[in-house]
Nanobody
Framework: QVQLVESGGGLVQAGGSLRLSCAASRSIFSINAMGWYRQAPGKQRDLVAT???????NYADSVKGRFTISRDNAKNTVYLQMNSLKPEDTAVYYC?????????WGQGTQVTVSS
């Protein structure tokens, strides 16, 4: 099991940046599948970015070149650096870990981008 706590969300103007953090309650060294998802009001939860234990990353087309996912095993934390934010990036952002084929979600952090 693992508990996940996201932080770093907030209100930012278009073109600005935010860095989200997802802190885990246990070591993440051996966890292969970690990612960020987002859900806008009235919409489904969508994949934003994923990272493997080896550091391989994958991004949704809508955020490629603007967002960067990374992991710090020493701090048991996964990050999402978000640059050049757009109003359409407004959503609740969730981190998800997959451990032994089971999904673990954080509580989410709100990101609001004003135009």
């Amino acid at each position: 099991q693992v508990q996940l706590v996201e932080s770093g969300g907030g209100l930012v103007q278009a073109g600005g940046s935010l860095r989200l953090s997802c802190a885990a309650s246990r070591s993440i060294f051996s966890i292969n599948a970690m990612g960020w998802y987002r859900q806008a009001p009235g919409k489904q939860r969508d994949l934003v970015a994923t990272i493997t234990r080896g550091g391989s990353t994958n991004y949704a087309d809508s955020v490629k070149g603007r967002f960067t996912i990374s992991r710090d095993n020493a701090k048991n934390t996964v990050y999402l650096q978000m640059n050049s934010l757009k109003p359409e990036d407004t959503a609740v952002y969730y981190c998800k870990f997959v451990i032994n084929w089971r999904d673990y979600w954080g509580q989410g952090t709100q990101v609001t981008v004003s135009s």
